[in-house]
């Protein structure tokens, strides 16, 4: 299966949100419900979100990593009284993602206007 697109979006009349989210920022499935998830456990380490998940702690790893490059996810470092510290890592808030949605919808958006626009039957081959 390959990964969702927001091309996949367009004829779906109602898109769920986690699909909606998977397409736009191009994000596979379990990583909107790794999102979806933190969003009801913040401050998860990788261990807690691996046996929510009922995933292997690595697939976790590299959802989260891929939800903190597209801004969906923040990190932050809790030391540990014996020592050492571990991570622990919170969705944004719901209303911020939404805006980061409209956001990144509108600008596509934009760019399928402008291919339109500058289309001429003309400059074909």
Known sequence: MSDPEIED???DV???FDHVLSCVFG????????????LDHP???VAELAETLDRDRSNVNR????????????????LLDSGGYVYQYTAIPVP???????????EW???????IDAFDPDDRE
């Open 9 to 11: 979006l367009v004829g």
């Open 14 to 16: 109602s898109p769920s």
């Open 43 to 45: 401050g998860s380490t």
């Open 63 to 78: 959802s989260l990593s891929t939800l903190r490059e597209k801004g969906l996810v923040e990190r932050r470092r809790r």
């Open 27 to 38: 994000v596979r499935d379990h990583e909107s419900r790794t999102y979806l998830t933190l």
């Open 109 to 115: 958006v934009e760019g399928v206007h402008a291919a």
């Open 96 to 106: 911020e993602a939404k805006e980061r949605l409209h956001d990144a919808l509108d």
